[in-house]
């Protein structure tokens, strides 16, 4: 068609430049014939095709990018419609990716053949450069449009949970007011329930517990000293000299004695050997001990008294349990009794953790501390007392840690058992006598 038109312009041309007198035969000549040379003074005009379609790289690379951004929302949008479950938005984003996918495929498709061959498709679906950059950042849009919901879902549950735990805190803290309350009035009981609270048999069940674990510890301290190879006799002999003991058993009480009477030491002292050791003769400050007494010995029942010794080594039990166990192994068996050994000053020289005895005092001591804590609570004051040795047996302030038959001869000349050594102390708990354990001399034991 370009052709056609520029041989039409270029035969109009020349015919209005010829002479008028020319013969109508001339101009029926070729044009194609005539040299260009004729045209004096005058400029032709070429007209040429366009030359065809060339691929445009910056073009391929903005449909690249825009093709994956428009997937990587499209795939985003499916991933959210997920949760929560949207079917027409999960139908939507995933034919908007299928959509996305085909696109990217036809352009691979199209750029796969040679760009300078002239079958190469011209009317390649190319956007141009700015509406590539746009469709990519609309596409960019959209995903960060889809990260800032999946966001602000979270914010909101994150929200709802946070308000859930403040309700759950605002209860927590009002039955924490509760129970402090509650612990307050327990530790402060009024004047009522405190004289409900100390009678004799309270007093009483808790003195049977310090010496049920009073006679665990000895008995594993006896044990020990066995496996040392340490003979029982000659060491209950060099504790209570020239003792007739009915059976050779029963040497053991002498230690029981022994330790018994060490870990009572100074209880009638306000510091039970630790500090303060005076009996107070104010009335106010004699009530606040009273109490002082009951709260502490309500507070350590509620403990584990081997947590609170290794947390605190500086407490006052951990105080009262380092000097009692120096009182008792280092100043006293392990002078008169383990002598200068280093085996047992290496096993039981030191209240630690590496020794076997460690847990049975801990605890031993602790129902000390708990029975002179409640001693101290009682108004008058528990007082303590024990039978010397060859004293006359009582069945009122003793009881014989075994049970006794006595002689005919002795029966006749109406002489009683004398007492060997205590075992535990007796109390006085108002005008109520707690019977002390005694072991009597030349006794017998009834099978």
Request: a negative charge.
């Amino acid at each position: 068609m370009l052709q056609k038109f520029a041989l039409a312009f270029k035969t109009k041309t020349i015919e209005f430049f010829a002479d008028e007198d020319e013969e109508d035969d001339d101009a029926a000549v070729d044009l194609d014939a005539v040299p260009e040379e004729v045209i004096t003074g005058q400029r032709v005009v070429v007209l040429k095709p366009d030359p065809p379609a060339q691929p445009n790289p910056d073009a391929l690379v903005s449909s690249l990018f825009i093709g994956f951004s428009s997937f990587r929302a499209a795939y985003l949008q499916l991933q959210t419609a997920h949760s929560p479950f949207d079917l027409e938005a999960i139908r939507a984003a995933d034919c908007a990716a299928v959509s996305h996918l085909h696109r990217l495929y036809e352009l691979k498709r199209a750029f796969l053949t040679n760009p300078q061959s002239q079958n190469a498709n011209p009317t390649l679906p190319l956007s141009a450069h700015l509406d590539a950059q746009v469709q990519e950042n609309q596409s960019l849009l959209r995903t960060f449009e889809t990260v800032v919901n999946r966001m602000q879902a979270d914010i909101d549950r994150k929200d709802v949970e946070s308000a859930e735990l403040k309700q759950r805190l605002l209860e927590s803290e009002a039955e924490n007011d509760r129970l402090e309350r509650r612990l307050e009035r327990a530790c402060c009981p009024p004047e009522e329930k405190v004289e409900s609270l100390l009678t004799v048999g309270v007093f009483n069940s808790v003195l049977k517990d310090s010496c049920r674990v009073a006679h665990r510890f000895v008995r594993a301290l006896v044990d020990l000293l066995k496996n040392s190879g340490w003979n029982l006799e000659l060491v209950a002999n060099s504790i209570y000299p020239d003792v007739c003991y009915a059976k050779s058993g029963h040497c053991r009480y002498a230690i029981l004695s022994y330790i018994c009477l060490a870990m009572f030491d100074s209880f009638g002292l306000d510091g039970y050997g630790c500090e303060g050791n005076e009996i107070c003769s104010n009335s106010e400050d004699y009530e606040f001990r009273r109490r002082n007494s009951l709260r502490k010995f309500i507070e350590h029942s509620t403990l584990d008294p081997l947590e609170l010794i290794n947390g605190d080594p500086n407490s006052d039990f951990a105080r009262f349990c380092d000097s009692k166990y120096k009182n008792i192994i280092n100043s006293g068996l392990q002078s008169s009794l383990l002598g200068n050994s280093d085996h047992c000053t290496s096993i039981i020289g030191n209240l630690r953790l590496s020794n076997p005895l460690y847990e049975l005092f801990v605890n031993m001591a602790s129902s000390m501390w708990m029975l002179h804590k409640l001693a101290w609570a009682y108004d008058p004051i528990v007082e303590i007392f024990q039978i010397g040795r060859g004293a006359d047996f009582s069945m009122v302030y003793m009881e014989s840690v075994c049970q006794i038959s006595f002689d005919k001869n002795s029966v006749c000349m109406n002489s009683r058992p004398k007492v060997g050594f205590t075992v535990v102390p007796g109390f006085r708990v108002g005008r109520t006598v707690i019977q002390c354990w005694v072991y009597l001399d030349r006794m017998k034991k009834i099978f």
